[in-house]
């Protein structure tokens, strides 16, 4: 697959990259069909914010669903999901008190 990359302010790459696989049974994996841009990302193009060479670049997106680890209950093959900037488990200590 591939991936918009940071090498460093001012440059990025498309690299093409391993396709993601389920590791944990509590996993989903989606396909974006349209991805935002965060004024997070801006801040790591401009170099205004730490960005270590070799990660991607984008983490806002509208997705399908075309994977689910085992114990994923709540969503199913082919289900559209908006795909927070916030990393949540959602069951966490942290994620239930919001």
Avoid at 33 to 59: F, K, M, S
Wanted: negative net charge.
């Amino acid at each position: 697959m591939r991936q918009l990359t940071f090498i460093k302010p001012g440059k990025l790459e498309w690299w093409d990259v391993p396709e993601s696989k389920i590791r944990r049974p509590g996993e989903a994996i989606v396909r974006s069909i349209v991805v935002g841009r965060c004024d997070l990302d801006t801040g790591y193009v401009r170099g205004l914010a730490p960005l270590a060479t070799g990660n991607a670049i984008g983490h806002e997106c509208i997705a399908e669903v075309v994977d689910l680890g085992d114990e994923v209950t709540a969503f199913k093959l082919g289900d559209r999901v908006v795909v927070s900037h916030q990393i949540c488990c959602g069951t966490c200590s942290f994620a239930v008190a919001g």
